[in-house]
């Protein structure tokens, strides 16, 4: 079980617009920053957004990220099917015993 | 460029140890703010992060696992090295190394392709 709560899955139709949350607690997503990394079928995880929303050189702007108390969100416009993928939030969690904490892992289908 | 590579044994029997080796090239972990963790992926299931190791080797673990696994590094030879003894079935998994960058928060920002561990007897 995972310290990071997503939805187990998404679908929308191509063009549309789906948001995936990651929701945490206080010391993690609350007190940190978050990234979010895409995983296509068979290839290694990723990332999409870095610092809750920053996307790193070459992510198009249809990937967009925010954050809000201890709740993220990982957005995504002009659904394309080539975005059918996993998608997992991460951040560090700054408890008693550091570490590092994903997210379950959310499939996202474009209809 | 950067770049990471895991390599390691396809095959453990169970109570093995495992010994998995992290090359990277683009980057060195003698830099100030550099660091390197370690993540797992069983068949199907979620990602779950192992360990870290930072260019001063200061060294993070999972809380779960934290009794069986030992990061360590050589920045000669540009290697991440993680051990996890008393390997089980359900070890099993595909293993990758990411450089960790940093800029407000930190982030993973470089993946190996993975190596693929299968415990079994």
């Known amino acids: 079980q995972s310290v990071l709560t997503q939805p187990p899955s998404v679908s929308a139709a191509p063009g549309q617009k789906v948001t995936i949350s990651c929701s945490g607690s206080t010391s993690n997503i609350g007190n940190n920053y978050v990234s979010w990394y895409q995983q296509l079928p068979g290839t290694a995880p990723k990332l999409l957004i870095y610092?809750?929303?920053k996307r790193p050189s070459g992510i198009p702007d249809r990937f967009s990220g925010s954050k809000s108390g201890t709740s993220a969100t990982l957005g995504i416009t002009g659904l394309q099917t080539g975005d059918e993928a996993d998608y997992y939030c991460?951040?560090?969690?700054?408890?008693?015993?550091?570490?590092?904490?994903f997210g379950g892992g959310t499939k996202l289908t474009v209809l | 460029q950067v770049t990471l590579k895991e390599s390691g044994p396809a095959l453990v029997k169970p109570t093995q140890t495992l010994t998995l080796t992290c090359t990277f090239s683009?980057?060195?972990?003698?830099?100030?703010?550099?660091?390197v963790s370690w993540i797992r992926q069983p068949p199907g299931k979620a990602l779950e992060w192992l360990a870290r190791?930072?260019?001063?080797?200061?060294?993070f673990y999972s809380t779960s696992l934290k009794t069986r696994l030992t990061i360590s590094k050589d920045t000669s030879k540009n290697q991440v090295v993680l051990t996890m003894t008393n390997m089980d079935p359900v070890d099993t998994a595909t293993y990758y190394c990411a450089r960790m960058a940093s800029s407000s928060g930190w982030y993973m920002d470089i993946w190996g392709q993975g190596t693929m561990v299968t415990v079994s007897s």
């Open positions: 610092d809750n929303n």
């Open positions: 991460g951040t560090w969690d700054s408890s008693l015993t550091a570490h590092w904490v």
């Open positions: 683009g980057f060195s972990l003698s830099t100030r703010g550099m660091r």
């Open positions: 190791i930072d260019w001063d080797d200061d060294k």
